[in-house]
């Protein structure tokens, strides 16, 4: 094949070129997501392939992810691999890892792994990929942890493989610590494959433009996207926007504030007046949190160019040293999402009157539900998988909010015949609630109503993760709040965190909150509320109470 | 015995007859979209006037593929249809699966169900994963349903329950409930059309099928009674999207399994031409005015794949459309294709697409309207179209239109006219270069050591400039490019896929349970196929499972071996042939897991036909038409380059690239690393030079 030229200035060869990153990044995904045992892996797409130059500094994405990987392999690349291992300590076939929560990504069962890429002999790029293993040891209820050490094994960076051959050692005492070693094997060797894709790959593509490096490539791409996001930010007026929103937490409510500060070409949230860190494990990582505060802002500012470094260099943020957005390092921190997923409806909320046409209302989906099912079979032997909800989308300014729709996270849910396949439980409904989308201008799409009995002999036990119970998603732009969620056992009640137990016919009822509307409801167009009234979405009593329909007309 | 093809497509339906002499004749006539059988009959009628004396008619045999049921789908004009699901999860098309197709895109949407809510009822009925009756069928509810159902003017419903896919009595007993109460309604239930698990996916395809059923039952009523009346006597036989060809009854009865049919008919054809050429796998490679199919096809024999994905909110963005849970031949559709526009993106970069210009207002230099650049434009401007041969001629396009519009966009880019035209060109080479790498890799397949077979409007076009980014150094350009997927009908056989889910570990194997599952599949597949017509005899049965190691969510498929094998032997083959697999598609094996089985699959087919040359086609005196000045990024520059006529080359005789080598509705593109010649079928084959 004869060779191409890679000529930086032409705006075509460059696109092309992208466009191969981009690629090589993908295919990489394609055999991680493929063979992982890890379902939050499959299912969640809870994981990550990112090309880095030698810098460390991100070149290109696998194109389906979730907001926490936007920054948080190129962040653990800088700030410590490429510190602790410099150059001149790596040798070809060296793949370095970790799970070290204030490294990765704030909690202990993500994997980080980096492979560095060598040509003629010097380290040109890195292959980076992040995993959520199917198990990491400690408390089978993580989120009833107290410190980290409850939570489980953790192991600093270290060399998993060194010139090539696997550190047995290490991943001996990975194996001798986790419930599934099998699985947590096969998926670090998911891993390793992956990244040595991204190797293989990325070597084909120098050799076909006649390249020996990246990172003039990089600068070049690193530099048109950072301006993109510039000039976006720079049509915003400069100012600080103001918002916080209260959370359920474990007991008291957490309060979270955030004061977003628009400074010319640039953006900065400092979330000062946040709650203090709690001793369970909902504290949210500056990483974690930092990833949920650029990934908002790229959804407003510049959501087509894929994402690298350059898209959101422009971001910065800080919180308290101690609050539940910044805690000490010994906390908890498994179940940190239920806090960090809800940062970006606060975001939008700060600027809802910045940018009016991009928000959208704050999401039952922010936090993710989780039903983590239990139990022994009559044969003895153990069952347990998870189930996810999700509430309704919030409000956008063209349209209503998706129905029960995985937001700002991006999972699908097992299906209810294989989910009950493997758990003696049946899913009595799993249905949408009327009238729990916050009215607007465009209401939020609705929650769900999901009945789970106990069909098994034997209790079983539902770990449960929720929020959004006691107070309800708001809406932006003057439209109304969503319902609040629920949680019911046996029609009663219940604390909707933790260990629920149901004997044989309990049930337990999960009602998934609604979003929040945009705009004020008296604008919504008349045949929308008609639309919902033939679908039965919204009630005869709302459509007059919340939209002002003349009683017989609904 | 005379076979006649007839492929109803977008703007053409496309004709081929095979007489009692063996001869092949090739037709095209006008679409009818309002009615797509008046085509049909039209092309049919014209073949049979004009072959008379070659075609006995009480033997000849009428095969088809069709878009009619895509199209009802995509333009929304099938029946009004409700919905039966278990009591409280009528919302299952709303609900779907909850994942978003796009991270950064607030403003997602999904396509409208094509039932609502307001026609969706619950069934009080309630069966475990078990087979245990939680809740017995309330019939009577069922008959005031039915009862509803006429009253509210429903054409058709689609009955799909929890746990049907293994325990479909209730569903079944629905459907005799409702043809008692509602008896001119159509009914359809999920244990027919998909047994497989996962619900929202097969309600899905259920209820595909049930919104097209009426239309297309019309549709073949329709063509049998107009065919009975010109004294045609056999049943038509129809293609379904796994490339196998069904009797008219199975493809009224479930037609959303001919949703690719003509693309399906495509990619038999494809593997045709490349065995004919002497290639064993090929990658085939078919380019329209919207779209693009691309086919891996390993061993001649394209890969079926147990679903895909159709009416995309958002253009080919995966996840963003209705799942369809059917047995398909595996390609992949880019969206791209000749109408696809080009403009600039406001980081200042060429994009192609992914909006397109479609048939209307189409191509600046159609002349109908479209002023924006379009792919077809810039192939013109760099002169790899001819503008007087468009569709043998008979089509009117300018070039001058076509200079107009790129130039306005060159101008924007700062750059020149021919840089702006090639990097058009040359884009779309890439995100077909990249569809087929990434096609290739799910199928653990280097694309470089297979040669290419191009056709298609714009496939010849651009066959050439894919193949040097993909390192493929043999293009196969087959003859009758416009009318390929008639020509597959001529060749493949008769062939019905039927499936079940009933997962087991293979370390928990119980023949007990396995030989009752495959001996059903395999009556299933016997009762279809002899319909047809094929004598019991010749029934070839291959099953295939669909596996993982137990703990994985993604399944791979593996073909069984000779069931008469002993357990011991048999199950070690299995396990043998799942890791070989496994290994091939992701270079590593798993240690000390065990594996198992999720769906059971069995094809039941005839023989297939060889593929004739078409006599319409006369090898004329006069191969070289003239010469253009055509853009070569390889040159640089523009070179004068010599303009073949395909079927005026005489065989064998070699052609030194650069040229261009026109059909009557394609164009073909050879640099100057390449040397052509004609087949002894009259296919024309490039060789690359590296």
């Not at chain 1, 439980?425 to 916050?438: A, N, R």
């Not at chain 2, 011991?568 to 594996?595: M, P, Q, W």
Request: net charge negative; aromatic share 6%.
């Amino acid at each position: 094949m004869a060779k191409l030229t890679a000529d930086l200035t032409d705006p075509i060869t460059l696109q092309v070129m992208w466009n191969r990153l981009i690629f090589i990044a993908d295919q990489a995904d394609n055999v991680l997501g493929r063979t992982a045992f890890s379902p939050i892996v499959r299912e969640n797409h809870d994981y990550v392939t990112v090309l880095l130059d030698s810098r460390g500094q991100a070149l290109a994405q696998c194109t389906w992810s979730i907001p926490v990987f936007i920054s948080s392999l190129p962040a653990a690349a800088q700030n410590h691999f490429l510190k602790k291992f410099t150059p001149d300590m790596l040798e070809e076939g060296d793949v370095l890892a970790t799970n070290d929560p204030e490294i990765g990504t704030g909690h202990l069962p993500d994997v980080t792994m980096i492979t560095p890429i060598y040509k003629n002999g010097k380290i040109i790029a890195y292959a980076g990929s992040i995993a959520h293993l199917p198990d990491i040891g400690g408390r089978p209820l993580h989120s009833e942890a107290n410190d980290i050490f409850e939570e489980g094994i953790r192991f600093p960076i270290v060399k998993l493989h060194k010139k090539g051959v696997p550190n047995q050692d290490v991943l001996d005492v990975i194996a001798a610590s986790v419930r599934l070693p099998i699985e947590v094997q096969g998926d670090l060797d998911s891993m390793v494959a992956a990244n040595n894709v991204m190797g293989r790959e990325l070597l084909r593509f120098l050799d076909e433009y006649d390249l020996d490096e990246v990172d003039s490539l990089a600068d070049v791409i690193h530099g048109m996207s950072e301006r993109q996001t510039r000039s976006a930010i720079a049509k915003w007026p400069n100012g600080t926007y103001t918002s916080e929103v209260t959370l359920d937490g474990y007991s008291p409510l957490i309060v979270l504030k955030a004061a977003v500060t628009v400074e010319d070409d640039k953006i900065h949230v400092d979330y000062a007046g946040s709650s203090d860190q709690v001793l369970n494990s909902i504290n949210c990582r500056t990483n974690y949190r930092y990833a949920h505060t650029a990934y908002a802002l790229k959804c407003l500012l510049d959501p087509d160019t894929p994402n690298n470094e350059g898209c959101i260099t422009p971001f910065t943020d800080e919180a308290p040293f101690g609050s539940i957005l910044n805690p000490q390092p010994w906390t908890a921190g498994n179940s940190r999402n239920l806090i960090g997923h809800v940062i970006p409806s606060m975001i939008f909320k700060a600027l809802e009157n910045v940018a009016p046409n991009e928000v959208i209302g704050d999401s039952g989906g922010a936090p993710i539900w989780a039903a983590n099912c239990v139990g022994q079979r009559p044969d003895g032997t153990q069952y347990g998988s998870v189930q996810n909800f999700h509430g309704g989308q919030g409000g956008r300014s063209d349209s209503d909010g998706l129905d029960t729709l995985s937001f700002p996270s991006n999972c699908k849910v097992t299906a209810v015949e294989m989910f009950e396949l493997v758990v003696p439980v049946l899913t009595e409904c799993k249905e949408l609630i009327p009238d729990s989308g916050g009215a607007g201008k465009y209401r939020g799409g609705l929650g769900q109503r999901a009945v789970l009995r106990n069909l098994g002999d034997s209790p079983m036990s539902i770990y449960l993760a929720s929020e959004r119970t006691q107070i309800p998603c708001f809406g932006v732009t003057g439209g109304k709040d969503g319902r609040i969620g629920k949680v019911l056992k046996n029609d009663e009640p219940h604390f909707p965190k933790g260990k629920i137990s149901l004997a044989k016919g309990d049930y337990l009822t999960l009602e998934t909150p609604g979003g929040g509307g945009w705009g004020n409801p008296v604008e919504r167009p008349r045949d929308l509320i008609a639309e919902d009234l033939r679908l039965g979405l919204i009630t005869p009593q709302a459509a007059v109470d919340l939209y002002g329909m003349e009683e017989e007309k609904a | 015995m005379a076979k006649l093809a007839f492929d109803t497509g977008g703007t053409f339906t496309d004709f081929a007859l095979l007489d009692d002499a063996g001869d092949l004749h090739l037709h095209k006539v006008l679409s009818t979209p309002l009615n797509p059988a008046d085509a049909v009959v039209q092309g049919v009628s014209e073949l049979l006037e004009r072959y008379e004396s070659s075609v006995d008619r009480e033997t000849l045999q009428i095969l088809g593929a069709t878009t009619v049921v895509t199209n009802s789908v995509l333009e929304r004009r099938g029946a009004q249809t409700a919905l039966v699901t278990t009591e409280g999860f009528q919302d299952i098309l709303r609900i779907r699966n909850e994942g978003r197709y796009d991270l950064y895109d607030l403003k997602i949407q999904y396509p409208e169900p094509l039932v609502s809510r307001a026609e969706t009822y619950g069934a009080p009925e309630r069966i475990t994963a078990e087979g245990v009756v939680m809740k017995a069928l309330d019939e009577e509810a069922i008959r005031d349903l039915g009862r509803t159902l006429n009253e509210t003017g429903i054409k058709s419903v689609a009955v799909s329950l929890l746990h049907a896919y293994k325990y479909p009595d209730h569903e079944r007993r629905v459907r005799d409930l409702l043809s008692e109460t509602a008896p001119d309604v159509y009914v359809t239930i999920s244990s027919d059309v998909c047994p497989e698990v996962r619900e929202f996916d097969r309600t899905s395809t259920t209820v595909a099928n049930a919104y097209t059923r009426p239309l297309m039952e019309k549709h073949v009523d329709e063509l049998a009674h107009a065919f009975c009346e010109r004294g045609i006597e056999r049943d038509m036989l129809w293609m379904t999207s796994s490339g196998g060809l069904v009797p008219s009854p199975r493809a009224a009865k479930l037609p959303v399994r001919l949703i690719e049919s003509g693309p399906a008919a495509g990619a038999v054809a494809a593997a045709e031409f490349g065995r004919i050429a002497g290639e064993t796998s090929v990658l085939s490679f078919d380019m329209g005015g919207t779209t693009a199919k691309l086919c891996l096809i390993p061993n001649g024999e394209p890969t079926i794949a147990s679903e895909l994905e159709v009416a995309h909110y958002h253009r080919f963005r995966k996840g963003s459309g209705f799942p369809l849970k059917i047995q398909s031949i595996h390609m992949i559709e880019i969206g791209a294709g000749g109408g696809s526009i080009a403009a600039k993106n406001p980081l200042g970069l060429l994009n192609v697409g992914p909006r397109s210009a479609g048939a209307l207002p189409g191509p600046a230099a159609y002349g109908r309207g479209g002023t924006e650049p379009t792919v077809t434009d810039a192939d013109i401007v760099l002169g790899y179209m001819g503008t007087g041969n468009f569709v043998g001629g008979s089509f009117k396009v300018s070039k001058d239109a076509a200079i107009a519009a790129i130039d306005k966009l060159a101008a924007e880019l700062g750059v020149t006219r021919e840089r702006c035209a090639w990097g058009i060109h040359d884009l779309v080479n890439e995100a077909m270069a990249k569809a087929a790498a990434m096609h290739a890799t799910d199928l653990g397949v280097d694309p470089r050591a297979l040669p290419m077979v191009a056709f298609g409007g714009a496939g010849p076009v651009h066959a050439y400039g894919i193949a040097r980014k993909l390192g493929i150094n043999r293009i196969i350009c087959p003859t009758g490019a416009g009318v390929t997927s008639a020509l597959g009908l001529m060749i493949a056989p008769v062939a019905v896929d039927v499936s079940a889910s009933r997962p087991m570990r293979l370390d928990a194997w119980d023949s007990a349970t396995v030989k009752p599952i495959l001996d059903d599949l395999a009556a299933q597949g016997r009762d279809v196929v002899a319909a047809a017509g094929v004598a019991s005899q010749s029934i070839e049965y291959r099953y295939t499972v669909d596996m993982r190691h137990v703990g994985q969510g993604h399944e791979i498929s593996v073909t069984l071996p000779a069931l008469d094998l002993p357990q011991a032997e048999f199950l070690a083959e299995v396990e043998r042939r799942f890791y070989a697999h496994y290994i091939e598609l992701f270079g590593r094996k798993v240690e000390n897991s065990s594996i198992e089985i999720i769906t059971w699959r069995m094809r039941a087919s005839g023989t297939k036909s060889e593929a004739q040359r078409p006599v319409t086609e006369v090898v004329g005196p006069k191969a070289l038409k003239g010469h253009r000045t055509i853009y070569f990024d390889s040159l640089g520059a523009s070179v004068e380059t010599p303009i073949y006529d395909h079927y005026a080359l005489a065989v064998d005789a070699p052609i030194a690239g650069p040229a261009i080598i026109e059909q009557r509705e394609s164009s073909i593109v050879m640099g100057p690393e390449g040397t052509a010649h004609v087949d002894a079928k009259g296919n024309l084959i490039i060789d690359i030079e590296e």
